[in-house]
């Protein structure tokens, strides 16, 4: 009632006009710290902004830089390639060259036998002619036994 | 029948006083082999090839049969060769003892469990002896020993296991390495018999010579998948003017040829012997007890060339 008849000559309680002041200074208090929040999610946002342009400008780079190493690479790999197919070659060459000097030393063994039968065949027809004997001759005594 | 002995003994020599004092050195060796595997309880007998006698000489079998002591002589046979497969088989004139053609005799005709084809101047060290009768021999594969010169000049008189063992006897020589252990190979290879027999014995084939026929037959057995091992225990020899290791740099070169014959390409060319190898079709003649004479006979003689069986290593060919 009371509040009424004040309210008519635009006046109010006392007690209302603190509860009123009260909430005004705390929304006050809280607009300014929200204020302080936005300056400061501002701030950050502009430094990530910074960050991103940064980033955005080293992946290019590295891009160019990745673009200019497949290049590089590929010429390397057709190298290394080469050499490996080189190398290969090589190995077969040696054991080309193993087996062809297997053979020559076996052909170099065959010939010392040949020779060694052609002697001996020498020298029995020899014997045969001189003597008429076609039987191994007995080797003079000699001093020869395996140690 | 009685079981076949442990372990033929493969030597081969004439009475040609080899070295000096050939026939008392050989006898004292191999009286001193033989109680040493007799303590050792191992059975063994004695092929011995005296290959193509001297002629005007007694026969060093019929020596060993009066010197050797009378429990021994039953485990000794030898087979006289006839001198004639010496000229018939040789392809180098120069060269006076197809040592290891001698040896393939023997090593045919042995019936041990174990043959070990060595010389008549070699002593089995007591470690030998343990080890032959360890019980841990394997077949298929080949045996090589490390061999010690004895200096020259030792009192070697009476054999004792002080004298051979003792370091100041000894002489510096290189040991044995894998793959093959060669070195002085001749001394000691020592496989089962039937190895033996598959592999058809030494090479018979390059009939030019006597050194490095013995390393070939380490090249053949590897190559034909037998592995060569060394047994352990050395064995001793006993130095003398015309051991290799002694002359090899004094003799002239005619000299060596016909000691030794020509060197030769023994490291990489192997052999195919045929299936008579180790002159199977020699008529044998017994003259006594213990002592056979293989008789001359063209039919026995393999033919001077047979280029196909000379092959290169780890190519040989099958029948």
Known sequence: ?147 | MSAPPFLSLVLTGRNDDYGGNFISRFFRVLTFNLELLADQKLSAEVILVEWCPTPGRPLLAERLQESLPPRFRECVTTYVVDGRYQAALSLNPRLEYLEFVAKNVGVRRSTGQYVLATNTDLILSAAMGRALASGTLEPHCVYRANRIDLKLGIDDSTLHHELLDNPDNHMPRRRITPPLYAGAAGDFILLDRETFHRLRGFNELYRMARIGIDHNFLVKAQSSGVPITDIGPPIYHVAHLASYQTSKHTASRQEAESRWGRTWHNHEVIYDNREDWGLRDAPARQMEDGIWRLDFDWRAVPPLVDLHRIVLSGMTTAD
């Open chain 1, 1 to 147: 009632m009371a509040s009424g008849i004040l309210g008519r000559f635009g006046l109010a309680r006392a007690a209302h006009v603190r509860a009123a002041t009260a909430r005004a200074d705390k929304f006050k208090t809280r607009t300014a710290a929200l204020k302080q929040q936005l300056h400061a999610a501002l701030d950050e946002a502009a430094q990530w902004k910074q960050q991103a342009a940064q980033l955005n400008t080293r992946a290019t780079a590295a891009m160019h830089a990745i673009d200019r190493r497949k290049g590089k690479d590929a010429g390397h790999l057709d190298e290394l390639a080469t050499l490996r197919d080189k190398f290969h070659r090589l190995q077969e060459a040696e054991q080309t060259i193993a087996l062809t000097r297997g053979h020559l030393l076996t052909m170099e063994t065959k010939l010392d036998v040949l020779e060694g039968a052609i002697t001996v065949l020498d020298r029995r027809t020899r014997d045969h002619l001189e003597h008429g004997t076609t039987e191994p001759s007995i080797e003079p005594a000699v001093t020869a036994k395996p140690s």
